[in-house]
Nanobody, 121 residues
């Protein structure tokens, strides 16, 4: 499966953005989906994940209550709604597909190219 992330941009603190991850192929519904982020000089870190049918979602403590992950299997797309953004949310955001909703990079088999989110104070 090939993944294409989009929706990043520059936003003021307190603002919102919605990221999208469009997948090619007819097997999107088989995969759990995850979002990770990576700031310059830092390791890639888990943000959120969602099970293949959307029935289970998981979040990093740093984004819980502010970010929401969802998916539309009919559109082969998953989403990351980001509200109440903070400057520390600034990073490249990457979507990923795999067979579990794990929090590790190695839990995912396929990765999108990333979309930049910059939050100004």
């Amino acid at each position: 499966v090939q993944l294409q992330a989009s929706g990043g941009g520059l936003v003021q603190a307190g603002g919102s953005l919605r990221l999208s991850c469009a997948a090619s192929g007819r097997t999107f519904g088989m995969y759990a989906m995850g979002w990770f982020r990576q700031a310059p000089g830092k390791e890639r870190e888990f943000v959120a994940s969602i099970s293949w049918n959307g029935g289970s979602t998981f979040y990093a403590d740093s984004v819980k209550g502010r970010f929401t992950i969802s998916r539309d299997n009919a559109k082969n797309t998953d989403y990351l709604q980001m509200n109440s953004l903070k400057p520390e949310d600034t990073a490249g955001y990457y979507c990923a597909a795999g067979y579990s909703t794990g929090r590790r990079v190695n839990d995912y088999n396929y990765w999108g190219q990333g979309t930049q989110v910059t939050v100004s104070s």
